[in-house]
């Protein structure tokens, strides 16, 4: 299950991203697919150097030949990246030469940026018009921040909606209430569609109203949070108090842990049970409470930006599943949450047997 949900979060994020036509399509193409999870993997143990102590590891491979982390490391996110570039200058060729793109076509969050960045820097964008050789105005930036946002997309995505399998495989009388709820759809999403049945997909918007299938994934995101790690921020000017300290100078870096915030057995009880329904049978002050303690997608101005598309996907993707079959695990490793900034089961493995019904 691990490797398919990292390959659906990919191609639903990048079909948004990218469009349909130079969008990843991991889950047909196994040998694409494992080309790249291999790569984005291998670099793991190494990315703490590469995001805590980047400076550092590059003077002391410069100045004493000692490298922290690997040549291969570099060489694999070398070719991680002329992957995403080679997609940013397909959909630039076809947004810059194409006078009418398909709506499935269309490379939504390439579009954006692209136009963002061409508004907001029209004298970059004049000095480009001469320029040889197929260089576009802000090449890399965008690819940088396209790369940025599938990476944080199908990791996530994928981790979460492995475990969601995995706690609703050994809850079989909730699967069915969870059918019940979803075939209350105006267009359940059945496989194969019916011939004379609805051909669409419901109105998303239904979808995300589920209130069974809302709290499956918000139980989900709060147990098994995708992002464990430190979320550090820097203080402010002037000096502040956090957390019962005070005279904090401006610049110190503090950070907090969703994985903490989410145990807190004041706001959660027992928190280390998957309970679902204590979503949907709490009062509104205790419902809002656990909003306010929620902190999966971070808060504030470095907020995860995925975070509806993130939503939106995973829920289609549950969605789907528990419509069309019911589930019971096969075998797996060890489901406990692996150690590090994002993460997910440390056996690395899931099996899951899918029935239709
Ligand atoms: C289950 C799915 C996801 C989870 C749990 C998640 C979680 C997070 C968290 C905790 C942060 C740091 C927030 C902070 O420091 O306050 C973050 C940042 C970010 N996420 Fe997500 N994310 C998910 C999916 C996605 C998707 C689908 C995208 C695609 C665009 C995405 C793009 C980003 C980006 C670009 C940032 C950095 C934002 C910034 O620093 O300004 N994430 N995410």
Redesign the pocket.
């Known amino acids: 299950m691990l490797e398919l949900n990292y390959a659906y979060?990919m191609d639903a994020?990048m079909t948004y991203?990218f469009g349909l036509r130079y969008g990843s399509n991991f889950i047909q193409d196994t040998q694409k697919r494992q080309w790249y999870l291999n790569l984005f993997f291998s670099r793991r143990p190494y990315l703490f150097w590469v995001t805590e102590a980047p400076k550092f590891a590059n003077r002391l491979s410069k100045l004493l030949g000692i490298r922290l982390i690997p040549k291969w490391v570099d060489e694999a996110t070398h070719h991680l990246e002329s992957w995403n570039l080679d997609i940013c200058d397909k959909a630039e060729r076809l947004l810059s030469e194409t006078d009418e793109i398909s709506p499935g076509d269309y490379p939504v969050?390439y579009a954006q940026e692209r136009k963002a960045m061409r508004s907001t820097y029209p004298d970059v964008v004049k000095s480009y018009s001469s320029s040889p050789g197929g260089i576009y105005p802000f090449r890399y930036q965008i690819a940088s921040?396209m790369y940025?946002?599938?990476a944080?997309?199908?990791e996530?995505?994928g981790?979460?909606l492995t475990y969601v399998y995995y706690e609703m495989s050994r809850r079989p009388e909730l699967q069915k209430r969870l059918r019940e709820e979803l075939m209350s759809l105006d267009a359940p999403i059945l496989y194969p569609p019916p011939e004379n049945g609805p051909q669409n997909l419901p109105d998303p918007k239904k979808v995300d109203s589920l209130p069974l299938l809302d709290a499956v994934l918000m139980e989900t995101?709060r147990l098994w949070?995708?992002?464990p790690g430190g979320?550090?921020?820097l203080t402010p000017f002037p000096p502040c108090s956090l957390a019962g300290c005070d005279n904090i100078p401006p610049n110190v870096r503090v950070q907090a842990y969703?994985y903490a915030l989410h145990r807190n057995p004041e706001v959660f009880p027992d928190p280390e049970a998957w309970n679902p329904e204590r979503w949907m049978e709490a009062s509104p002050e205790k419902l809002s409470e656990m909003r306010k303690w929620f902190?999966?997608?971070?808060?504030?101005?470095?907020?995860?930006?995925?975070?509806h598309?993130?939503?939106h996907?995973?829920k289609h993707n549950i969605a789907a599943a528990y419509t069309n079959y019911t589930t019971t695990i096969y075998e797996h490793g060890s489901m406990d949450l692996a150690e590090g900034f994002?993460a997910g089961p440390e056996g690395n493995r899931l099996s899951i047997v899918f029935h239709h019904v």
């Open positions: 979060s994020f991203q969050i921040d940025d946002h599938n944080a997309a199908h996530t995505s981790d979460t995101l949070v995708a992002v979320q550090p921020r969703a902190w999966a997608f971070g808060s504030g101005g470095r907020m995860c930006i995925g975070n598309i993130a939503i996907s995973m994002t």
